[in-house]
């Protein structure tokens, strides 16, 4: 009985994966984004991958920026920064998270910016879509304010009340919370 529902299940993702390599075909970059998300882990084809996370994040896909700015990052390609900052400024809460790391440790050819930092985590914690976000972004939020010297202090909280001003709230969609093709 096991084993049959197995088979059910590896022939709905397979018929899953068709449907969408058939709609990728058609330039689809939500479809291109789920192929990824759904069927290629980090070990699969990094071509292949790549390609699909390019394209479907050039076409406005925040879902696929994030993920080919983590993919980037692990070669520390310079792009990385470039496809966080554009899934960030967009509205996706895990690009914000991403890129608030990113200037909290100074890593992969980022400056340290703790001001930086805690204005990103503090736009992501805004807009976080699911309430598991919500405690590490708290957690990184107070460990950034308590490392941040007096006097940038106002600096932080000036720059988080400045992206929140200007980068809506975006809902989530299935690309992120930056659908293709639509007003962000």
Do not use: N
Not at 69 to 87: C, F, H, I, T, V
Not at 143 to 171: M, T
């Amino acid at each position: 009985m096991q084993r049959q529902a197995a088979r059910a299940d590896d022939t709905s993702l397979d018929a899953l994966a068709a449907d969408l390599r058939a709609l990728i075909d058609k330039d689809d970059p939500t479809a291109a984004f789920l192929f990824v998300a759904m069927t290629m882990s980090e070990k699969s084809d990094r071509t292949l991958r790549r390609r699909l996370l390019l394209k479907s994040a050039s076409d406005g896909c925040a879902g696929a920026a994030t993920m080919l700015a983590m993919d980037l990052l692990e070669s520390d390609d310079p792009s990385a920064l470039m496809w966080a900052k554009s899934a960030a400024e967009s509205g996706d809460a895990s690009a914000q998270a991403l890129l608030a790391g990113l200037y909290r440790t100074g890593k992969h050819g980022i400056d340290r910016d703790l001001v930086e930092a805690f204005a990103w985590t503090k736009l992501a914690e805004r807009q976080a879509y699911a309430k598991a976000m919500l405690p590490p972004l708290q957690i990184a939020a107070l460990s950034i304010e308590q490392a941040l010297p007096p006097e940038d202090k106002a600096k932080a909280e000036a720059r988080a009340a400045s992206l929140a001003a200007s980068i809506k709230v975006a809902p989530y969609y299935l690309c992120g919370q930056a659908a293709p093709g639509r007003d962000r």
